[in-house]
């Protein structure tokens, strides 16, 4: 039962997602994979990660497709102009990879047969792994020093995203 | 196994939505949907790495999970505001007609 209802949340994820690539309109992709993301996150809550649920909800459906909503509308770009037909040899290679590609991954993952590596020695209790206090407790012992670059990270991507987007100044 | 979802379930799905990011920045020419595309493929790989850290049982695959959300955000800032630069120098977002670096 729960194996069902997991399959047709991760159903509906593959179906959104592919919506998005199908759709023509920039919006329509994007509200799309909002979606998708939502039914992401409700599929690691039932993976027993509730906290990184919540991160998917909060900064990738609310803050980075937000974001991608707010350029999409800053640019004012109406429907893009049908460009049928411009380059019938790229979207053949291009569709050709993407089956060879998915083809690749499927062989990989039937001659593996989702192996599992050696699992931990004493798992900690499962149900408590993956709660904001537990996960807490590992990142800011273990992994501190990521978690300072990562914030080094952001505040040069703030940079960045300022120096890159801000008007040219008319000399 | 994750109560009684199976590990290859969540690797199925994982390698599907891969494959169709894979296809949508091959076949799209609209830089903002190829940018999506790239999106869908970084949650491809966070279901894997949720998946396999649930079937573990460690907390590591939540944890670079976290790191590969907070990554996704500093580069959605950047490569959008590539695009907004871009914008207002070519007028277009389509991949095809932008060729500044091409000769």
Request: aromatic residues 8%; glycine residues 8%.
């Amino acid at each position: 039962m729960e194996r069902l209802l997991f399959d047709a949340v991760l159903a509906a994820v593959v179906l959104f997602a592919g919506l998005m690539v199908v759709l023509k309109h920039p919006v329509h992709s994007v509200l799309s994979l909002v979606v998708a993301f939502f039914a992401l996150a409700t599929g690691y809550v039932m993976l027993g990660a509730p906290f990184v649920g919540a991160l998917q909800v909060i900064v990738y459906a609310g803050a980075i497709l937000v974001l991608f909503l707010f350029v999409l509308m800053l640019l004012n770009i109406a429907r893009p102009p049908a460009d049928r037909g411009g380059r019938p040899v790229q979207a053949f290679l291009g569709s050709v990879g993407a089956v060879v590609f998915a083809a690749m991954l499927l062989g990989a993952l039937r001659s593996s047969g989702a192996a599992l590596p050696a699992a931990a020695a004493v798992p900690p209790d499962p149900a408590s792994l993956g709660e904001p206090a537990s996960l807490a407790r590992v990142l800011f012992a273990d992994y501190l020093l990521h978690f300072e670059a990562i914030s080094v990270l952001l505040l040069a991507a703030l940079v960045g995203a300022f120096v890159l987007a801000r008007r040219e100044p008319r000399t | 196994m994750i109560g009684s979802i199976p590990l290859s379930d969540v690797l199925l799905a994982s390698a599907a939505l891969f494959s169709i990011g894979i296809a949508g920045a091959l076949l799209r020419r609209n830089a903002i949907q190829i940018f999506l595309s790239i999106e869908l493929m970084m949650n491809a790989a966070n279901l894997a790495l949720i998946g396999y850290g649930a079937a573990l049982g460690t907390a590591e695959g939540q944890i670079i999970v976290f790191f590969v959300i907070a990554i996704a955000a500093a580069e959605a800032a950047v490569g959008l505001a590539i695009f907004v630069a871009l914008f207002r120098h070519t007028e277009t977002i389509d991949v095809n007609k932008i060729t500044l670096l091409k000769w």
